[in-house]
């Protein structure tokens, strides 16, 4: 074993993906997931493609008494895979307080519990929507930080605040922060997936539900951009790339490999889609009609964003490497694989 790994909300759509590949690496998983945006079914996902069945504790890390219980019944976790948080950007407005104790709370647990137990390195699971609408794309990591557009996206900057602060403070910690652009997709075997809550906000989980009957129809929110098509652009990481990123983190804190206390990484392909044209790649690669219309702006979205992942390909040594197809078509069987289970 490489050393044991606490996950915190590691039954949760990107933590279930990573858990896979830190297991494939030879690393031992904790899980802690209080439930409230995923299912221990997950669970059951994760040991049918890995072999091994996680350690799993359901409780809620802002809450410290179990969080201390879970170090104490758990000796020598070395490093944390942060993924615990609330992240619908629409309910935060309605509920800022929500996301800021959920989060920050969260966040501020585990950085108190780490020296103590001697926990060495944490992965922060950062976004893109820390850059806002960018002045220059691809983004860089030197871009700047612009106001937070919503509490979800302030309590991704106050969280690289609070851990840099307790890093400049002498905390005998390292800690890697990690800016997913747009994460989608699925496990190829489709064990495990995206659950979303009620009817969709993010793009492809609305996508697939549309191609599959479930909602009529799929409003693209615009085509009056100032970009080609005059669709929104992002860039679309697949969630095992994505997941495959943590665990080379992971071991670049826990091995000494940078003497950097603290570092940023940008996650994403480099290249930037259209909505539009996600949806091309979706039919072509699927052979399945998206029914779709054109409706006015979403408010709050951004123009147009996509990475350089130049830091992470060079420095990191992690490249995205599956295509938008591939990735595509992972989304569908997974869409697929609900319907088979009932689930939606
Ligand atoms: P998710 O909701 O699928 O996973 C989060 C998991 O954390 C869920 O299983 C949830 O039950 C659990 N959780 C929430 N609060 C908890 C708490 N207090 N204690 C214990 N468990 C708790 O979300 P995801 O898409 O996998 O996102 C993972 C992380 O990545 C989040 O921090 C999110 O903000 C960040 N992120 C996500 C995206 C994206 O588009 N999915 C993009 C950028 C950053
Ligand atoms: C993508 C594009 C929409 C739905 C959000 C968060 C961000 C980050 C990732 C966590 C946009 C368009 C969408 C639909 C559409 N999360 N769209 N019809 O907004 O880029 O980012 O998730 O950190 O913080 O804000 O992702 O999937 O919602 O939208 O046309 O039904 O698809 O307008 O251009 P977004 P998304």
């Not at 494939?24 to 221990?40: F, P, R, T």
């Amino acid at each position: 074993m490489k050393g044991k790994i606490l996950v915190t909300g590691g039954t949760g759509y990107i933590g279930s993906h990573t858990v896979v590949e830190l297991q494939a690496a030879g690393y031992e998983v904790v899980i802690i997931d209080n439930l409230s945006n995923s299912n221990k079914e997950v669970l059951d996902g994760i040991e049918k493609i890995s072999g091994i069945r996680p350690v799993f504790v359901e409780a809620d890390c802002t809450d410290m008494a179990a969080l201390t219980k879970l170090f104490d019944e758990n000796p020598g976790i070395n490093g944390i895979i942060n993924f615990a948080a609330s992240k619908a950007v629409g309910e935060s407005v309605q509920k800022p307080l929500l996301y800021y104790r959920n989060n920050l709370v969260t966040l501020v647990n585990l950085l108190e519990l780490m020296p103590k137990y001697g926990t060495k390195g944490i992965v922060f699971s950062s976004s893109c929507t820390v850059y806002g609408e960018p002045d220059v794309n691809p983004v860089d990591e030197t871009a700047p930080i612009k106001k937070a557009t919503s509490p979800y996206g302030n309590t991704k900057q106050i969280s690289e605040e609070i851990i840099s602060d307790y890093i400049t403070s002498g905390a005998p910690i390292k800690s890697i922060l990690l800016r997913y652009f747009n994460p989608v997709g699925a496990h190829p075997s489709a064990e495990i997936g995206e659950l979303p809550n009620g009817v969709p906000q993010n793009l492809i989980p609305f996508l697939t539900q549309t191609a599959i009957g479930i909602r009529k129809e799929l409003s693209v929110f615009g085509n009056d951009y100032n970009t080609p098509d005059g669709s929104c652009i992002r860039d679309f990481i697949n969630v095992v790339d994505l997941a495959k990123a943590h665990v080379k983190a992971l071991e670049r804190m826990l091995e000494d490999k940078s003497d950097e206390k603290l570092e940023v990484f940008n996650l994403g392909t480099g290249v930037g889609l259209s909505v539009l044209e996600l949806i091309n790649a979706f039919e072509t690669a699927t052979g399945v009609k998206v029914p779709h219309k054109i409706v006015g702006r979403r408010e709050g979205d951004i123009e147009k964003v996509w990475a350089n992942p130049d830091r992470a390909n060079n420095v990191l040594g992690w490249k995205a490497t599956t295509s938008i197809e591939d990735t595509m078509r992972s989304a569908w069987n997974w869409q697929l694989r609900l319907r088979e289970r009932g689930i939606m």
